[in-house]
């Protein structure tokens, strides 16, 4: 046998006998995230005490885990990263076990009856890009550790019966685009630096809870913001001047607060919108606003149809004979 050969075939010895934990390390990882990620889903499936469409009587050990109803996994590795099982009419809560799927990105558990409390351990979801959680019946507070997922895009918790404030923490979740939050029992106020970093915003969802407190400017930084909703809450103070920085507005809804101060510029804010060419909604009936209709009204969007300003203090005298021509283009006009 030539050196040559010799050497090679000693080299290849030692990297088998002498250290075969260079060459193994990543299938073996793999092997024992593949187990987690199963035992994770097995955890979950406990957790269900009503199954009526059989969402998940596929979860059991004569399939692969990847074959399962509702899961998709990556084709390399073969992990998990989507779970969604929306409107199977299944009963029962989260585990704790959910957090250990670290390459989940997409939860989509809407429209069931999910009840207990949002883990804490979501915070180990760091690729975690959509949380729709919507139409169960959770409780408890929004887990603070909700923040630390900063690649969420869409967080929608709504029509649940969570409590407690809205974390603080949710102002770190920089990449948010929909952040529904409605139809809850939640109280205190907005973080006062929600939608400074939110460049990617579009909607924000937080109607029909307890929520207090002033709307914060901040919120007008999210300047890809389409849709604010924060009807059937408590704020109070002014209507924020600067939401006409927020071009691409379409749905502005604030009405059932106790929204201005009863003063002459408490309509001050609709000036401001006619730079939001693509607003199609504005309601602010039902709040404390007071004085007269700017004429500035008239050059709101051409996009507008809808527009309620009823059950307020407002003085409207001429303005309502031009608004008149352009009611025809509205589905609805209410200035009562």
Not at 103 to 109: M, R, S
Not at 250 to 277: A, M, P, R
Request: charged share 15%; hydrophobic share 40%; with cysteine.
């Amino acid at each position: 046998m030539s050196a040559g050969v010799y050497k090679f075939w000693k080299y290849i010895l030692y990297l088998f006998l002498i250290c075969p934990t260079q060459i193994i390390p990543t299938s073996a990882a793999m092997v024992k995230g593949n187990e987690t990620d199963q035992l994770a889903l097995l955890a979950f499936k406990e957790k269900i005490i009503h199954d009526p469409q059989g969402a998940f009587s596929s979860w059991n050990m004569s399939l692969n885990f990847c074959s399962w109803a509702g899961i998709t996994c990556s084709k390399q590795h073969k992990r998990v990263t989507s779970i969604n099982l929306a409107s199977k009419a299944f009963v029962g809560s989260l585990p704790r076990d959910i957090g250990n799927i670290s390459f989940l990105t997409e939860t989509v558990l809407t429209n069931n009856s999910l009840q207990g409390t949002i883990p804490q351990e979501v915070d180990r979801l760091f690729s975690l890009k959509v949380l729709s959680l919507g139409r169960n019946a959770l409780e408890g507070n929004i887990p603070d550790t909700l923040g630390r997922v900063n690649r969420l895009v869409i967080l929608e918790l709504f029509s649940n019966n969570l409590s407690g404030a809205i974390p603080t923490s949710v102002v770190n979740l920089s990449s948010l685009n929909v952040f529904n939050l409605a139809n809850n029992t939640l109280q205190g106020s907005i973080p006062s630096d929600l939608g400074l970093t939110h460049h990617n915003l579009q909607k924000i969802q937080l109607s029909d809870n307890r929520l207090s407190g002033t709307i914060p400017i901040s919120l007008c930084n999210a300047s890809k913001l389409q849709v604010i909703h924060l009807q059937f809450n408590s704020f109070t103070g002014p209507i924020p001047v600067d939401f006409g920085r927020l071009l691409f507005l379409q749905k502005l809804v604030l009405t059932n607060n106790n929204l201005g101060f009863g003063e002459k510029d408490d309509l001050s804010f609709i000036k401001s919108l006619i730079n939001c060419s693509s607003l199609k909604i504005l309601d602010v009936g039902a709040n404390n606003l007071q004085g007269s209709l700017p004429s500035s009204v008239v050059n709101l969007s051409t996009e507008l149809t809808m527009i309620n300003l009823a059950d307020n203090r407002i003085l409207m005298t001429f303005i309502l004979c031009k608004l008149a021509k352009r009611e025809k283009d509205m589905n609805y006009c209410i200035f009562h």
